[in-house]
Nanobody
Framework: QVQLVESGGGSVQAGGSLRLSCAAS????????MGWFRQPPGKEREGVAT????????YYHDSVKGRFTISRDNAKNTVYLQMNSLKPEDTAMYYC???????????????????WGQGTQVTVSS
């Protein structure tokens, strides 16, 4: 069974940085898509970034381009979301998700992903 475990959330001041981690286990597919989503308080969930494991392509929501970077450590089977220049509007519960065995689609749609982590809270204060 596929399992995704996020870590790395926390509280930070505006302009600061955090790195989220998503450790994946339980599947052997060589082609799948990893995504990061977030849900701000009282708002809809939105896709933030994706990493296509098969070809290494990445995709970012316009709101995080140039500030966030998604990457993967093959040896650890872990996907990261490096978040720099954080803003108060980045405050949200962040979720890792996997679409197995699927390629990444754009724009990012949560319904495409069939496995989800439990989430990690990110709070950015002004």
């Amino acid at each position: 069974q596929v399992q995704l475990v996020e870590s790395g959330g926390g509280s930070v001041q505006a302009g600061g940085s955090l790195r989220l981690s998503c450790a994946a286990s339980g599947y052997t597919a060589s082609w799948y898509c990893m995504g990061w989503f977030r849900q701000p308080p009282g708002k809809e969930r939105e896709g933030v970034a994706t990493f296509d494991i098969g070809n290494g392509r990445t995709y970012y929501h316009d709101s995080v381009k140039g500030r966030f970077t998604i990457s993967r450590d093959n040896a650890k089977n872990t996907v990261y979301l490096q978040m720099n220049s954080l803003k108060p509007e980045d405050t949200a519960m962040y979720y890792c998700a996997a679409a197995v065995p699927r390629v990444c689609l754009t724009p990012i749609q949560g319904s495409w992903y069939n496995y989800w982590g439990q989430g990690t809270q990110v709070t950015v204060s002004s």
